[in-house]
């Protein structure tokens, strides 16, 4: 399932900075975060019902990432709250990146593997933005979408597409 979230975090992070670049009015660049996030919160608490609750619970960050996402886009909504999510996301992302590329969890069956280290850390500094941008009012310019591309890019459609291929 890992695979299948992937490849869609990864267009829908292409998708979203490559709106704001083109200067694609929000409601419509909203659309595709609602696919993924929803796609997102259902793969996940698939997994909250097997019991597997670290991916239920990480997986859900991005589900919920997505859908906030949306929701601000489609009712021009303040983005603080966003920001505030995102900012705990952020956080979070930090210990997961430890956990999973640097100390491993023998209780949770991870093995440690520097990519997810990297991976991410990528994902809180891209989290991190929204506090940035949206709670200390910091134009970040072109920075912030051209990151999401990026990271669209390398962390989540070549994993995706890594893993469901079986060469990761």
Do not use: H
């Amino acid at each position: 399932m890992l695979g299948v979230c992937l490849l869609f975090v990864g267009i829908v992070l292409i998708n979203n900075g490559l709106c704001t670049l083109l200067k694609v009015n929000g409601k419509s660049a909203a659309i595709m975060n609602l696919f993924v996030g929803g796609l997102s919160v259902f793969i996940n608490f698939v997994s909250l019902v097997k019991g597997d609750y670290y991916a239920a619970g990480t997986g859900l960050l991005f589900g919920f990432t997505y859908l906030f996402v949306a929701f601000n886009n489609i009712f021009s909504l303040d983005t603080r709250p966003f920001a505030i999510f995102s900012t705990f996301v952020a956080i979070n992302a930090v210990v997961f990146g430890a956990i999973e590329g640097i100390t491993g969890s023998s209780a949770l069956g991870i093995t440690p593997d520097w990519r997810w280290a990297a991976i991410w850390w990528l994902w809180a500094i891209l989290w991190g933005t929204a506090f940035i941008t949206d709670i200390l009012k910091k134009n970040l310019g072109k920075f912030v979408p051209i990151l999401q591309v990026i990271e669209g890019v390398i962390t989540a459609w070549i994993p995706g597409i890594l893993i469901l291929t079986g060469i990761w």
